[in-house]
Each structure stands twice: as C-alpha cells, then as structure tokens.
C-alpha cells in the first residue's frame, strides 16, 4: 500500500537513524554506561529559562484567541522580532514582510523549495550535506545535483561548482556552520560564489536563489563569525530554526527571512504563505512562536559544547585523527583511518563506538561524530577510542 519511492527511501535513507537503533542494542546488551554512543545531533542543553518562564506565562495568561488559527505567515509581533534578530548585520534591512514563521527548518525548507520548484529543476547541494535534503527535494519535484566539497576544506571549488550549473539550476543550498563538517564558509568565498551565479544567472538567462540552510548560525567557538548572506546574495533566502540554538527540536519552530533586495520579495513571501498552508503546516506552532519571541537572540550554554568539542578534538588529534577543528555547529568529521568509513565503523562499533559513515553525508572517507552528549560520556569514551586507533596502526 504504499508508494515505491517511499519504500526506496524507507531501505536507504538513514544512516543516522540505523546507528541509533544499533546503539540502543548494544546498550541492552553492555549498559547504558559502556556504549558511547556518537551518532544523533539531538541537542543536549535544555531551553533557555527566558523560554520556560515566558512559556508558563502564555499557558497560564488565557488570552483570547492565543490558539487560534493566524495568519499564514504568522504573529506579526514574531515576525517583528525575528527581522530585528536578522537584520543585525545587514545593510538593507528587512521588516516582519519578509519573514515567515515555520515549522522548523525542515518545515521551513520544504515550503521554499515547494514554492521555488517547477518539475525537473535542479537544486545543487554540497557534499558532505544534511541527507535529508534529497528527500525535501524529491518531495517538491526537483531534482538534487551533488558537488563534492574540497578535501581538507570542505569548501566548494567554485570551477567545479560552476560546472554543474545550468539552465535548469533553480537553487544553491548552502549549510553554513555545516552539519557534518562544522566549517564555515568564508565570505570572501561566498563573495566570490555570488559574482560567478550572477554571471551564471545573465548567461542562462535564469534566477538562482541561494538557499542558506541556517539551524546552527548561533552555536559558533572562539570568536568565529558566519558571513551576512543577505548582504552577499541578492537571491537568498535563510531558513533558520531555534532546534539548535534554543535546544527546542521537538517543538518545531523556525522561520524564512526573504531578501528585501530580491525582484518581488512580495511575491515570493505570498508563495511561501500558500504552500505553506497547502502542504498542511498551515502555521508554525502558536504558543511557540510567542514563547520564542523574546528569546529570538538566546541561547543555550555555548561554552558547554566548546568544552566537549576540544575534549574529543584534542584527544583525536592525539591518536594522530586528520580532522578539521569545528568553527561551529556540535560535529566533528575526522577521516577514517582505513579507506572504507563504513568498515570503520563496524570496527568502532566493537569498542562500543557508534559513529555515523561519512557515506550517509555524500562524503566517504570519513564519520561523524555528535558531541552533543554528557561530557562524562566523552570523559568515559576515551579509551576506547585511544584502542580504536591502536588497532589500525599495527
Ligand atoms: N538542516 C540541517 C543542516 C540540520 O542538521 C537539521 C537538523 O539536524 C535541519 C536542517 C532540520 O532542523 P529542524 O529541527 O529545525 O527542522
């Protein structure tokens, strides 16, 4: 009863989600204290007290009308603030028009994409990417078109960027603290990426949005800033969440901001209000967009992911891992030290070491690693990597 490409997606998709069954077996069989388990980015901290506390109070304030249907597009005072957050850095600003509350990135992402899409176009993603956007991308009849990001950078090479952009390339979707590298992309890269789509654009006579893919924008170390994509791109548009930022993933709330630069800003935020009313959002949830609304430039403790962060990063770097240190986001993403990264986590698996191929990123050759895990599991997990690579050096 149910449609082949479905059951396709039900046999290949997820890595992520085969590793976390996995861990949970191995757990049964050693305890929960012995398996270290490396594979999910659900996010540690628990919200912010601001969010809790401000909560509490819409639960407990019985307004009228505080769970009703709304506008399409959301409360206008979210909206409000969410653009005052945005425009923190842009040269032209954008008002509550140009904002869209969702239902999470995710949510988020397929309305863009639903909205921008006609059948057959492509929407280029860079490897190693979020793996679900193949899935966002079929589901709104595009089609993804993989370019692999340099080894050692994870920036894409704009030539061989450049390469496979043609008439029917729709969108550029960016991830930028990157899930699973932590890289961020530099702005005098993304300066350079916007001079060659604009010339794209002109020979092809087309439009390319820059779709920037934002849930960890707020999860940055030591200083590092993440390049104002409104200012670079006329025709981006950020999607954005507070899963990451506020630790609220379950609750499913994000939002669009439009470039108030593009030609017709209107007429996009318009598509984007009807899909997302007929894809069956409809509206991101009510009480969470007023219980984000003055929580929008919060987060949680930043400093506690560092310290997980240069934990395993330092100790990896000790047992001779290649592996970039993450500007951002909570991944790390070290080569393998064997050539096949999903033999490699079979290896690691018998330490009790669940990792996640860099296979199921579009990037073989390497795993990643969640750290947004209790500190005393990393504290606890050393060892077993410290054994892990005493293996392959024999
Ligand atoms: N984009 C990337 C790169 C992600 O890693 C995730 C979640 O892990 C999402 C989007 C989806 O985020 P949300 O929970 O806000 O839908």
Redesign the pocket.
């Given at each position: 009863m149910i449609a082949k490409e479905v059951q396709n997606g039900l046999q290949n998709s997820s890595w992520i989600r085969k590793m976390f069954v996995e861990g949970n077996a191995l757990k049964a069989i050693y305890g929960e204290e012995n398996v270290y388990d490396y594979s999910i980015?659900n996010p540690y901290f628990e919200p912010p007290q601001s969010v809790i506390d401000n909560l509490k109070k819409l639960v407990n304030s019985g307004i009228a009308g505080t769970h009703r249907y709304m506008d399409n597009a959301g409360f206008k005072s979210t909206r409000e603030k969410v653009a005052a957050s945005v425009n923190k850095g842009t040269e032209v600003p954008l008002s509550y028009e140009n904002i869209m509350m969702t239902v999470?990135?995710?949510?988020g992402?397929n309305v863009l994409l639903r909205t921008i899409l006609d059948p057959g176009q492509e929407v280029i993603i860079l490897a190693p990417y979020?793996a679900?956007y193949f899935f966002y991308i079929r589901n709104n009849n595009g089609v993804p078109v993989t370019v692999k990001c340099t080894e050692g950078t994870f920036e894409p090479d704009l030539k061989v960027l450049e390469a496979h952009i043609t008439e029917k390339t729709r969108a550029i979707l960016l991830?930028s603290p990157n899930?699973p590298t932590g890289v961020i992309y530099s702005e005098a890269l993304l300066k350079d990426m916007a001079a060659m789509l604009e010339s794209c654009e002109k020979r092809f006579g087309t439009e390319i949005c820059v779709i920037a893919?934002e849930?960890?924008k707020a999860l940055l170390y030591d200083g590092a800033v993440v390049p104002n994509v409104l200012n670079i791109f006329k025709n981006a548009v950020i999607v954005n969440?507070y899963?990451k930022s506020l630790g609220l993933?379950g609750e499913?709330i994000?939002y669009i901001a439009v470039n108030s630069r593009m030609d017709e800003p209107k007429l996009l935020m318009d598509g984007l209000a009807f899909c997302n009313r007929t894809l069956g959002f409809v509206n991101a949830p009510a009480l969470w967009q007023k219980a984000v609304e003055d929580s929008v430039d919060a987060t949680v403790e930043i400093s506690e992911y560092a310290k997980r962060r240069d934990l395993l990063y330092n100790h990896l770097v000790s047992l001779g891992f290649e592996v970039n240190k993450p500007q951002g986001a909570f991944y790390l993403f070290p080569k393998a030290l064997i050539e096949d990264d999903i033999a490699f986590v079979e290896a690691a698996k018998k330490h009790n070491l669940l990792f996640v191929p860099g296979t199921g990123f579009g990037y073989p050759g390497y795993v990643r690693l969640s750290y947004c895990v209790d500190i005393k599991m990393i504290e606890r997990s050393l060892p077993a990597f410290t054994k892990l690579a005493e293996e392959f050096k024999k």
């Amino acid at each position: 009863m149910i449609a082949k490409e479905v059951q396709n997606g039900l046999q290949n998709s997820s890595w992520i989600r085969k590793m976390f069954v996995e861990g949970n077996a191995l757990k049964a069989i050693y305890g929960e204290e012995n398996v270290y388990d490396y594979s999910i980015g659900n996010p540690y901290f628990e919200p912010p007290q601001s969010v809790i506390d401000n909560l509490k109070k819409l639960v407990n304030s019985g307004i009228a009308g505080t769970h009703r249907y709304m506008d399409n597009a959301g409360f206008k005072s979210t909206r409000e603030k969410v653009a005052a957050s945005v425009n923190k850095g842009t040269e032209v600003p954008l008002s509550y028009e140009n904002i869209m509350m969702t239902v999470g990135a995710a949510g988020g992402l397929n309305v863009l994409l639903r909205t921008i899409l006609d059948p057959g176009q492509e929407v280029i993603i860079l490897a190693p990417y979020f793996a679900e956007y193949f899935f966002y991308i079929r589901n709104n009849n595009g089609v993804p078109v993989t370019v692999k990001c340099t080894e050692g950078t994870f920036e894409p090479d704009l030539k061989v960027l450049e390469a496979h952009i043609t008439e029917k390339t729709r969108a550029i979707l960016l991830n930028s603290p990157n899930n699973p590298t932590g890289v961020i992309y530099s702005e005098a890269l993304l300066k350079d990426m916007a001079a060659m789509l604009e010339s794209c654009e002109k020979r092809f006579g087309t439009e390319i949005c820059v779709i920037a893919d934002e849930p960890y924008k707020a999860l940055l170390y030591d200083g590092a800033v993440v390049p104002n994509v409104l200012n670079i791109f006329k025709n981006a548009v950020i999607v954005n969440s507070y899963s990451k930022s506020l630790g609220l993933a379950g609750e499913r709330i994000g939002y669009i901001a439009v470039n108030s630069r593009m030609d017709e800003p209107k007429l996009l935020m318009d598509g984007l209000a009807f899909c997302n009313r007929t894809l069956g959002f409809v509206n991101a949830p009510a009480l969470w967009q007023k219980a984000v609304e003055d929580s929008v430039d919060a987060t949680v403790e930043i400093s506690e992911y560092a310290k997980r962060r240069d934990l395993l990063y330092n100790h990896l770097v000790s047992l001779g891992f290649e592996v970039n240190k993450p500007q951002g986001a909570f991944y790390l993403f070290p080569k393998a030290l064997i050539e096949d990264d999903i033999a490699f986590v079979e290896a690691a698996k018998k330490h009790n070491l669940l990792f996640v191929p860099g296979t199921g990123f579009g990037y073989p050759g390497y795993v990643r690693l969640s750290y947004c895990v209790d500190i005393k599991m990393i504290e606890r997990s050393l060892p077993a990597f410290t054994k892990l690579a005493e293996e392959f050096k024999k």
